[in-house]
């Protein structure tokens, strides 16, 4: 995976700007590091691992290159001739879209990561919807209500990350 291919999703999905509190802003690397987790599951070539940590998928060589990346000038964002695959782009982007602006961004994008992963990539494997929400409260407590997990496995349903 090279950092130009991320920097070429980043610049697509406008995400540049952010980088510049990203090394400073906790919020900002969670938003980060659960757009690229659904970018790759959606299907970009991306080469990261994620696997489970507090706030849900997590990829530490992801993390190296985004504070990599954010110490680079805005121009080297503007020189990246890296294609990026339209479709994969397009289906976060209406994943993101959907995300009611009255709701708090952090906190859907951390719950539409840890359903997705919880869903395709925890053992033993889910195969319901009540049983990711069951999964999913065992995990982490009380941090999400039982609506609002069965409302996010919905979205990403709907929005062809789950089967």
């Given amino acids: 995976m090279s950092r130009a291919k991320l920097a070429s999703y980043m610049r697509s999905l406008k995400m540049t700007e952010d980088l510049k509190s990203f090394q400073s802003d906790f919020t900002k690397r969670l938003e980060f590091q659960k757009i690229t987790y659904l970018l790759q599951e959606a299907g970009a070539d991306l080469g990261y691992r994620f696997g489970w940590y507090i706030h849900g998928p997590y990829s530490s060589s992801y993390a190296d290159d985004a504070y990599s990346l954010a110490a680079l000038p805005r121009q080297y964002f503007d020189s990246i001739q890296e294609t990026v695959d339209e479709s994969v782009l397009k289906k976060v982007q209406d994943l993101l879209d959907s995300i009611p602006s009255?709701?708090?961004?952090?906190?859907?994008?951390?719950?539409?990561?840890?359903?997705?992963?919880?869903k395709t990539h925890s053992y033993p494997r889910v195969s319901s919807k009540r049983q990711v929400v069951d999964y999913l409260r065992k995990l982490k407590g009380k941090k999400f209500s039982e609506n609002d997990i069965a409302r996010a496995y919905d979205l990403l349903h709907n929005k062809d990350f789950l089967e």
Avoid: F, S
């Avoid at 708090?104 to 951390?110: A, D, I, Q, T």
């Fill in 102 to 118: 009255t709701m708090n961004k952090p906190y859907w994008l951390e719950l539409l990561a840890c359903v997705h992963y919880v």
